[in-house]
């Protein structure tokens, strides 16, 4: 193709784009700041009432934990993890697409753990387009999965944060108080929204016709609960995880009132803050007796969580790479 010939860019729409881009990682690099200010003063107080420097205060905090029992019980809790996860996106997947065996599965929810090291919505682009290539799946509708996947964890993670709120309220901050008026908004929004995609609301409106809208239009009630019921033992497991977990970095928690803080703090983990700073603060805020060893334990926990998910991705890296381009 001749210069003359090339399409001229449109200036305006990649201009809006890397503006909105631009906003949007100053906001998260604005929260990921705010964190680890935040961290530094509690860290550094907890310091000074010891009576010891900083670097010391921190090296005695990770000097005292378990480490060995730790690593085992997180690779052990990763590889539970990547099979509910696995089940969870091959159900999905049959639902609103076509029949694809679980084990077909495994290689590429496996190997996107690697991209989402870096950016988990990455992750799900690359599985679309590994089915796209695979399976003759079109890109679009398997996009339209992996949304519906996102929306029903929200939900997932709302349901399990209001269980945990009326089994353990009386240990519960009082700011948690709010949880249940925002379920209450949240499952009034969902209903709306089911009945928009079933066609119940605005019937003529043609939103719910795009292809990335796709598994929205054809999901029933009962999908929804079925992914509730299908994702609730990674939540029910890493409940008893953490517990344990906190144990190893000294710090005595119950199951229940592990259950009233972990969906919360898994809301955290979402915010896409480097290194999961947002997440590691709720720890801190949660546990504020224990600021050192909370604050080691947040930021471990979660980012070695991603570390141990993405060398699970490493084992199935080469057959992944073979179905994809020894075809």
């Known amino acids: 193709m001749t210069e003359s010939a090339a399409p001229k860019p449109d200036a305006g729409a990649p201009q809006g784009k890397r503006k909105t881009s631009g906003l949007q990682q100053a906001v998260f690099w604005a929260i990921t700041i705010a964190c680890f200010v935040y961290l530094y003063f509690r860290l550094r107080g907890a310091a000074d009432r010891e009576g010891v420097p900083f670097g010391t205060y921190l090296a005695d905090v990770f000097a005292d934990v378990a480490w060995i029992p730790w690593l085992l019980l997180m690779v052990a809790y990763s590889g539970l993890y990547f099979m509910i ?3 969870v996106t091959t159900r999905a997947l049959n639902w609103f697409i076509k029949e694809i065996r679980f084990r077909d599965i495994m290689p590429i929810r496996a190997s996107a753990y690697i991209i989402s090291v ?15 290539k695979r399976d003759n799946v079109p890109g679009w509708e398997v996009g339209s999965v992996m949304l ?7 939900f997932y993670l709302l349901t399990w944060a ?5 089994v353990t309220q009386d240990s519960l901050p009082e700011v948690f108080g709010l ?3 925002i379920a209450a908004g949240a499952a009034i929004f ?3 929204w089911i009945a928009y995609f079933r066609g119940k609301i605005l019937p003529g409106n043609g939103l719910r016709d795009k292809r990335i809208l796709h598994a929205f239009k054809l999901a029933k009630p009962w999908h929804y609960g079925a992914f509730f019921l299908l994702r609730s033992p990674a939540l029910i497991s890493a409940v008893v995880v953490y517990t344990i977990a906190l144990g190893l970095f000294g710090v005595e928690a119950s199951f229940i009132s592990m259950l009233g803080f972990l969906p919360v703090i898994f809301f955290a983990a979402t915010v896409p803050t480097p290194m999961r700073a947002a997440a590691i603060t709720s720890w801190v805020i949660l546990f504020p007796e224990n600021e050192g060893q909370m604050a080691a334990f947040g930021f471990v926990q979660h980012n070695f969580f991603i570390l141990f998910n993405a060398l699970i991705g490493l ?3 080469r057959r992944a790479q073979r179905e994809l381009f020894d075809k």
């Open 179 to 181: 949880i249940p008026i």
């Open 118 to 132: 870096f950016n988990e919505q990455i992750g799900k682009g690359a599985m679309a387009y590994y089915l796209n």
């Open 85 to 87: 996860d696995t089940l």
């Open 315 to 317: 084992l199935f890296w």
């Open 148 to 154: 519906f996947i996102m929306f029903c964890e929200m």
């Open 190 to 192: 969902l209903v709306v």
């Open 162 to 166: 209001t269980i945990g709120f009326f």
